[in-house]
């Protein structure tokens, strides 16, 4: 404690009093000893004295809500008054915010939150105003906080929710704690965010594998951090189910799921088993109604019903003989064939009284009803026959209303099996061709498209079922003859193609899972499948569940966009973009360039190498590779290397094509180079002026493709679908669905499509409105005839392909649809050889065969024999040239040291005279030079520049665009 200089003084002034001298000789008469100046009057009062101030002595504290007491009850006044207290802050942490209660009486009390020293004020005032100060310090210290950090579940699966739990931290001086979770440990596949806040956080896991987390606990002062358990997450959640499967059936648009083995049926709802029921006799069928409410199972002889809300047999009813498969409605009636008897089997159906009929419908043995959604119609695949067809029954309280079957006879197939889609909207086959269903008969039950397997295999599919939720069919494929496989194939809806792949895991005891059948919920993205531990002799049963996870906890990497194959001369700019590039997040994104190798006379130098957009001019022809990634400033992409092919000044430039182009065409008005690969869903345009290569989705896998007479859009030819493209825009304007497979396609200049589907032996020409989005059939055509449009954009021309003789047709596009209009002339005297290319005048056809025809309005000149190319055996590809007036073909030749090579001819298109030729350069392969096989030739606008498609058939990336002058 600090005395106050006012006290000292006056103590001081005291004892000066105490020592003054008294008596003095006293007054003429007066008394002896009286002093005093005033001769006896009254004696003044004593002077005030000022109050001694005491703020307490100084202490140390650890911090608490409650705050702290600060006594200045030790304070005095010399004089016995009562005293005023004004306590005050007087310097205090920064930040610290502090405050006094009782400011104005002894014991005060400090409330402080914040760590550190604070000097306090204590004033102390009497009634005469005289007054003293006194101070004391108040240290506080902080206690680190108590951080917990707890994890919901340790083995999750893929996609399960999981709380990370900072709830039992404390913080022992009453502060307010803030959480961050950082992720630790995680596989090199995830993708989980890099942090969280909060005291709880949701969150699941994307990928299988280790995980683990460390939480900071921080008080604003100190921080604690605790690591939390390894959360071992799974791909499914597995579950032992107690009863084995056989026959497996589920509610016709998804829901319930029931299967049948020996006398016990089990019944699976929203991905759980939820009851076990005993049946009367040995099930060898099983099937539920629309509804949900009702499951048939079918006996030796006899079937029973069963109410799936209580689980309970309600009857079993005498068939009157052995049953293949059930089918049972909402209204309890059931629908079978007979097990035995002839190839074809009445349909007979049960009453929910049990009273059994037979009707006038036949099926052909074997084949097994899928009810559609809605009831009130059975579809059937033929099985055991050739060629198999798809059949529907339709019905109304047990009474057969009628059949139909595809408009198909052999055209598509179907294999035996049949699944119709939750939704009701189409029907898959087991060859994997897919169905449109209408509820009009005459409109149910044609073509939309067939599933496309990745890398192109082969598909039999030994069960299937489709999500409404995701638009996906999920198909368990048939492996090695056996119905169970270890793999799920996964399917978009909407193109055909297979997008995903689900991998069985093993079991605890480490034997390999295989899916019997599989079940996509329908109202989350949530799949659900019946596996077993072995092919033949299993001895678990397992329901799996599969879950995609939420990306709201996920941060992706940058999607890097760029082309990763493009060409060059030397002395000219190169540029390269990835501006097209992004993240999924929003985030902005910095990129980073970098050359990885140049021929060995180059000596270039990269500048500028952080933009989305890279350009150089190479001086030295050869090959340049280039390396770039994105980054979003917390993900980076994975590199994607980029290669440059330079070529010389004046040599052909070589553009590698990124896979196997179906077709490919040229806009001589837009300079630009249009091709589609056969396993993407895309639509590639490369403009020649730059080499910049960019790709269009399209709503299927393409085939064909057919450029309009201006060069400005492009049709599309899909199975099942057409689409209408803008090239300057680079947008699908419309797709336009059609009942056939896809075909070659050409644009007439109204902007409606004409293609000849490539199914079939004889078809019809399919026109397509985009402007009325309508599709119509017309004329007889043979399936697979390639088709030319010409020039006039009137009329078009096809040629057959699997004929012989080979023969062309001619079409008038002037109507909706197309009709054929006049006859080839010859029976075998003038080749065709299955192709045919109209001159860029319109005056001349030329045919594979190297054979000249007329073009004509003249029916009695059109399609006549006019000459031969010289010295030509077999035209891959062609086209014409007015400003050079000559033709390109795409050929094979001799070189001089005997091998064959390919070779772009050159001739006139008056005497069809060879005036030069173009031998296709050999490319570099691991073994040495590779000649190539063109397939595709095209002159640009002016003539001067020819564009060949060649194939290096032995290399990886085979497929290149050679570009040159003739």
């Not at 690969?677 to 895309?682: L, M, R, T, Y």
């Not at 050159?906 to 073994?927: H, K, L, N, Q």
């Amino acid at each position: 404690m600090r005395v106050g200089i006012a006290a000292a003084v006056a103590a001081l002034g005291f004892l000066l009093a105490a020592c003054g001298g008294g008596g003095g000789g006293g007054g003429t008469g007066g008394a002896p000893g009286g002093g005093g100046g005033n001769g006896g009057g009254v004696t003044p009062p004593p002077a005030n004295r000022p109050p001694v101030a005491s703020a307490g002595p100084d202490f140390t504290a650890a911090i608490v809500p409650t705050g702290y007491q600060i006594d200045g009850s030790a304070s005095t006044d010399p004089d016995g008054n009562p005293l005023s207290y004004v306590w005050s802050i007087v310097s205090e942490p920064a930040g610290a915010d502090a405050t006094i209660t009782g400011e104005s009486v002894p014991l005060a009390r400090l409330n402080a939150m914040a760590p550190g020293s604070y000097v306090i004020g204590l004033r102390v005032v009497d009634p005469a105003g005289a007054e003293n100060t006194d101070t004391v310090t108040v240290t506080l210290t902080n206690d680190a906080p108590v951080a917990v950090a707890e994890v919901s579940a340790t083995r999750p699966a893929v996609a399960d929710e999981v709380l990370l739990n900072a709830g039992g931290s404390s913080d022992a001086n009453g502060h307010p704690l803030t959480f961050t979770w950082r992720l630790t440990r995680a596989p090199n596949a995830s993708n989980l965010r890099q942090s969280f806040t909060g005291a709880v956080v949701s969150l699941n896991f994307d990928v299988a594998g280790d995980y683990a987390f460390s939480l900071e606990a921080s008080d604003g002062y100190t921080s604690t951090v605790v690591e939390t358990e390894t959360v071992r997450v799974s791909t499914y959640a597995v579950q032992t189910l107690n009863a084995p499967f056989r026959h497996i059936a589920e509610q016709p648009g998804g829901g319930v799921i029931v299967s049948v083995h020996e006398r016990a049926l089990l019944v699976i709802r929203d991905g759980r088993e939820a009851a076990v029921t005993t049946l009367p006799a040995v099930g060898t069928s099983v099937a539920i109604s629309p509804n949900g409410a009702l499951a048939a199972v079918a006996h030796e002889t006899s079937v029973s019903v069963i109410d799936l809300s209580t689980y309970t047999v309600m009857a079993t009813h005498d068939a009157g003989g052995s049953m293949h498969s059930v089918a049972i409605a909402d209204d309890g009636y059931i629908y079978t064939t007979r097990s035995s008897g002839g190839s074809w089997r009445n349909v007979m159906t049960i009453s929910p009284a049990g009273v059994a009929s037979v009707s006038y419908v036949s099926i052909f043995e074997g084949s097994g009803p899928q009810m559609h959604p809605s009831g009130g119609r059975i579809y059937f695949a033929d099985r055991n026959v050739s060629p198999a067809d798809i059949r529907r029954i339709s019905f109304d309280a047990g009474q057969i209303l009628g059949q139909n079957d595809s408009p198909y006879h052999g055209d598509y197939y179907f294999c035996g099996d049949a699944w119709v889609a939750a939704d009701g909207n189409s029907l898959l086959s087991k060859c994997g061709v897919t169905l449109r269903l209408r509820d009009n008969p005459l409109a149910d039950m044609t073509f939309a498209y067939q599933l496309t397997r990745q890398g192109g295999a082969s598909l039999s599919v030994a069960q299937a079922a489709y999500s409404r939720f995701v638009h996906r069919w999920f198909v368990v494929p048939e492996n090695g003859g056996s119905s169970l496989s270890p793999q799920i194939l996964i399917f978009d809806a909407a193109t055909g193609q297979q997008s995903g792949v689900l991998t069985l895991p093993e079991s605890d005891s480490g034997r390999q899972l295989y899916a019997k059948a599989v079940y996509p919920s329908q109202t989350r993205d949530e799949v659900h499948i019946l596996a077993q531990d072995h092919l033949t002799n299993p001895q678990e049963y397992y329901l799996l569940r599969f879950k995609t996870p939420s990306t709201e906890v996920l941060d992706f990497p940058p999607t890097l966009i760029v082309q990763t194959q493009t060409a060059g001369r030397a002395g000219r700019p190169v540029r390269i973009d990835a501006g097209a590039s992004f993240d999924p997040e929003g985030n902005p994104l910095t990129f980073s360039w970098s050359l990885t190798s140049q021929p060995a006379m180059s000596s270039l130098v990269l500048t500028d190498m952080t933009g989305p957009a890279l350009q150089f001019t190479p001086v030295v022809a050869g090959r340049y590779v280039m390396s770039v990634t994105a980054s979003d400033g917390a993900r980076e992409s994975g590199p994607r290397t980029v290669t440059i092919d330079v070529a010389a000044g004046g040599a052909p430039m070589v553009y590698r094509m990124d896979g196997h182009p179906a077709d490919a065409e040229f806009s001589k008005a837009l300079n630009l180079f249009v091709y589609i690969a056969d396993d993407k869903a895309e639509l590639r345009l490369l403009q020649l002026d730059d080499l910049s290569e960019t790709r269009l989705a399209l709503p299927r896998v393409a085939h064909r493709i057919g450029i309009s007479p201006d060069g400005g859009t492009a049709a599309i030819s899909h199975p099942g679908m057409a689409s209408l493209v803008d090239l300057q825009t680079g947008r699908v304007v419309q797709s336009v669905e059609y009942s056939a497979d896809w075909g070659d396609i050409v644009l007439d200049r109204r902007g409606r499509a004409h293609l000849i589907p490539n199914r079939d032996q004889w078809t019809s020409l399919i026109s397509i409105d985009f402007a009325t989005g309508t599709a119509q059939a017309g004329g007889m055509a043979r399936a697979g005839s390639k088709m030319r449009l010409h020039p006039n954009g009137d009329w078009a021309y096809s040629a057959t392909v699997d004929t012989s003789p080979s023969r062309m047709d001619k079409w008038l596009l002037t109507g909706m649809p197309g009709s054929p209009t006049g006859g080839f002339p010859y029976h075998g005297h003038y080749a065709v050889h299955g192709n045919v290319w109209i001159s860029e005048d319109g005056d001349a056809i030329l045919a594979a065969s190297g054979n000249v025809f007329n073009t004509s309005a003249d029916q009695s000149v059109d399609m006549f024999y006019r000459d031969s190319l010289q010295d030509a055996l077999f035209v891959y590809g062609a086209d014409h040239s007015t400003e050079r007036n000559i033709w390109a073909t795409a050929e094979q030749a001799l070189a001089p040291d005997g091998r064959v090579i390919g070779r772009i001819n050159y001739y006139a298109d008056t005497t069809f005279e060879r005036t030069g030729y173009w031998d296709i350069p050999s490319v570099s392969g691991p073994s040495g030079p590779v000649t190539s096989q063109p397939i595709h030739v095209f002159f640009t606008g002016d003539g001067q520049t020819t564009l060949a498609v060649a194939d290096a058939y032995t290399l990886a990336d085979r497929w290149m665009l050679h570009i040159s002058g003739p």
